[in-house]
């Protein structure tokens, strides 16, 4: 497997346990862990154990990557039953997307029926 480190990364940190989080899902590729300011009842984040940037570089440099996080979401909803009901993935890019962190990253919301408002 692939897989790259960004020494300054805040969630390459976390996937090496040298920040705590509180995860919630794991394979080889993937790792999955609460947002620290949750949106949801239910706000977890997506991310691959190989640093790229944002989904673009992504795409441009490792495009399975995206393919493996949406099968660990998949997993992890089928498993807790989260389609049941449904639940939103939202990834953010560059400044107007508001990222804040500059690893790639998919949030899952879910918990109860979530408004569509941007302002
Ligand atoms: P974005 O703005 O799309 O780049 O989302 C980054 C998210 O990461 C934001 O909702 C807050 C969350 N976050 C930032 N730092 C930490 C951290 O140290 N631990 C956890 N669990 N979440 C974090």
């Not at 441009?60 to 099968?71: G, K, M, V």
């Amino acid at each position: 497997m692939k897989q790259h480190f960004d020494e300054h990364c805040i969630f390459c940190k976390i996937i090496k346990g040298e920040i705590p989080s509180q995860k919630v899902y794991e394979d080889e590729q993937v790792t999955a862990f609460k947002d620290i300011h949750p949106a949801a009842p239910i706000h977890l984040l997506f991310v691959h154990k190989n640093h790229t940037q944002d989904i673009n570089h992504t795409l441009a440099e490792s495009p399975q990557d995206i393919l493996d996080l949406f099968a660990a979401i998949k997993s992890y909803t089928q498993k807790e039953r989260l389609d049941d009901r449904g639940f939103r993935i939202i990834t953010n890019l560059g400044v107007d997307g508001g990222q804040s962190v500059f690893h790639t990253h998919f949030h899952l919301l879910a918990g109860k029926k979530l408004p569509f408002q941007l302002a």
